[in-house]
């Protein structure tokens, strides 16, 4: 109903989450918002996201997972969470970096057991994610992509029917 369905052992944190939704057992959520009539069945992991309406999010799906500071001397914890490690107060940089990659998924998509959607990715409207599919790039609307790394594999329509769902449901390209 209008009030979200969130299973008891789920871990909402600073999220929004629409009316008509559904969160399935053992799901974590992290400054992220997930859209009216959208559900995600067990052990999905959301993070710094923004999931669109109508969104259907098999288990075990990782939308942006966290990723390791590279361009440092060692990728290792202890040169941002410091504390943890008695070296003093921890460095916000990467959390901040982190967030400032978030990704962004269309309405009406639907997302396979086990994918993994990368930092930054954006996934347009109508799109598909394979199950297993590793997405590290963008995914245009209405379309399948599987795979690791997720390629396309075709459209679920013409490109005429596509801007007219786009148009017609009130959709802009993301």
Same mark, same amino acid.
């Given at each position: *109903?209008? =009030?979200?369905?969130?299973?008891?052992?789920?871990?909402?944190?600073?999220?929004?989450?629409?009316? $008509?939704?559904?969160? *399935? #057992? %053992?799901?974590?959520?992290?400054?992220?918002?997930? *859209?009216?009539?959208?559900? /995600?069945?067990g @052990?999905?992991?959301?993070?710094?996201?923004?999931?669109?309406?109508?969104c259907s999010?098999?288990?075990? =799906?990782?939308? %942006?997972?966290?990723?390791?500071? !590279? $361009?440092?001397?060692?990728?290792? #914890? !202890?040169?941002?969470?410091?504390?943890?490690?008695? !070296?003093?107060?921890? @460095?916000? &940089?990467?959390? &901040?970096?982190?967030? /400032? %990659?978030?990704?962004?998924?269309?309405? @009406?998509? $639907?997302?396979?057991? *086990?994918?993994?959607? !990368?930092?930054? =990715?954006?996934?347009?409207?109508?799109?598909?994610?394979?199950?297993? /599919?590793?997405?590290?790039?963008?995914?245009?609307?209405?379309?399948?992509?599987?795979?690791?790394?997720a390629?396309?594999?075709?459209k679920?329509?013409d490109? &005429?029917?596509?801007?007219?769902?786009l148009?017609?449901?009130?959709?802009i390209?993301?």
């Amino acid at each position: *109903g209008d =009030v979200p369905y969130i299973h008891d052992d789920v871990i909402l944190r600073d999220s929004h989450i629409g009316t $008509w939704t559904e969160i *399935g #057992h %053992n799901s974590h959520i992290v400054e992220s918002t997930f *859209g009216d009539y959208s559900y /995600a069945a067990g @052990d999905v992991s959301i993070i710094y996201a923004d999931v669109g309406k109508y969104c259907s999010i098999a288990s075990h =799906v990782r939308i %942006n997972p966290g990723n390791h500071p !590279m $361009w440092r001397v060692t990728q290792h #914890h !202890m040169t941002y969470r410091r504390k943890q490690y008695g !070296m003093g107060d921890n @460095d916000t &940089e990467v959390f &901040e970096w982190r967030r /400032a %990659n978030r990704v962004t998924i269309g309405h @009406d998509v $639907w997302i396979g057991h *086990g994918a993994i959607i !990368m930092p930054g =990715v954006t996934v347009g409207h109508g799109a598909v994610i394979g199950s297993g /599919a590793v997405v590290t790039k963008d995914v245009e609307p209405y379309t399948i992509s599987v795979g690791v790394a997720a390629k396309p594999v075709k459209k679920r329509f013409d490109d &005429e029917t596509i801007e007219k769902l786009l148009n017609r449901l009130g959709f802009i390209s993301i």
